[in-house]
Structures are given as structure tokens and as C-alpha cells.
């Protein structure tokens, strides 16, 4: 958080964790909250990363990458296949469509609120 209570956005692409898991925790030092990008044609690369936030109790999304504007498996499907917590999101993101990606960031932002508003009652 910078002065005022304002919040800065620092988007941060993650390096693969396999080989640059070390510095996965300087990179999310002092973050709210994580989108993990997942590709549905191969799933299983996604799991350490959603195991890495879980871990660490990060708040974070699922996007779905979408190909060309094209989602081939459904969101409830996909958070089926990642074992994920009911609570977490699983949202469509192409890159390169802005408003997919608005969409995201703001999904982001909802999860984030809501898991503080939960610890703060």
C-alpha cells in the first residue's frame, strides 16, 4: 500500500516454479493476491502454483487462458479439475482483449475483499 491507504498494482509475470521456485517469495512479498493463469490443455503444470498460494494463504483467482478469444472447458469444469476451494474464482483471460483481462484484474480485487472482510469479522 502506498500513502493513503491507496493501493499500487504491480503485475509480475511468475518464472516456471520447478526451476525458479526461490524466488517466488521475493516476488510476492508484500502482494494481496495472485492470478494463476492456466492452460486447459495442460493442467497438471498449474498445480504448484495454486499449491504455492494455498500454502501461503495468498488470496488468488484461476484464469482460463482463453486462445483466441475461445474457452475450450467450462469454469465450473476447470475448478472441478483443480480441486479448488468453492470459494476460489475461476475466470476466462486472453492477454490480448482488454476487457477480459479488466475482468480478471477485477475478480482479483473482489477475492482479495472478501478474504479481508472475512478475517476482519
Same mark, same amino acid.
Given at each position: 500500500?502506498?500513502?493513503?491507504?491507496?493501493?499500487?498494482?504491480?503485475?509480475?509475470?511468475?518464472?516456471?516454479?520447478?526451476?525458479?521456485?526461490?524466488?517466488w517469495d521475493d516476488l510476492t512479498r508484500g502482494a494481496l493476491g495472485g492470478i494463476v493463469v492456466v492452460d486447459t490443455a495442460q493442467l497438471e503444470c498449474s498445480f504448484g502454483a495454486i499449491d504455492y498460494f494455498e500454502d501461503r494463504r495468498l488470496p488468488f483467482i484461476v484464469a482460463v487462458? /482463453?486462445? #483466441? !478469444? @475461445?474457452?475450450?472447458?467450462?469454469?465450473?469444469?476447470?475448478?472441478?479439475?483443480?480441486?479448488?476451494?468453492?470459494?476460489?474464482?475461476?475466470? /476466462?483471460? #486472453? !492477454? @490480448?482483449d482488454g476487457r477480459l483481462a479488466r475482468q480478471a484484474l477485477a475478480g482479483l480485487i473482489n477475492r482479495v475483499s472478501a478474504v479481508r472482510t472475512a478475517a476482519a469479522a
Open positions: 500500500m502506498s500513502a493513503g491507504g491507496a493501493i499500487t498494482l504491480h503485475l509480475v509475470g511468475m518464472p516456471d516454479l520447478e526451476r525458479f521456485g526461490f524466488l487462458n /482463453a486462445f #483466441d !478469444g @475461445r474457452i475450450t472447458h467450462e469454469a465450473p469444469r476447470v475448478h472441478d479439475a483443480l480441486a479448488l476451494a468453492p470459494t476460489v474464482p475461476v475466470v /476466462a483471460l #486472453d !492477454g @490480448r
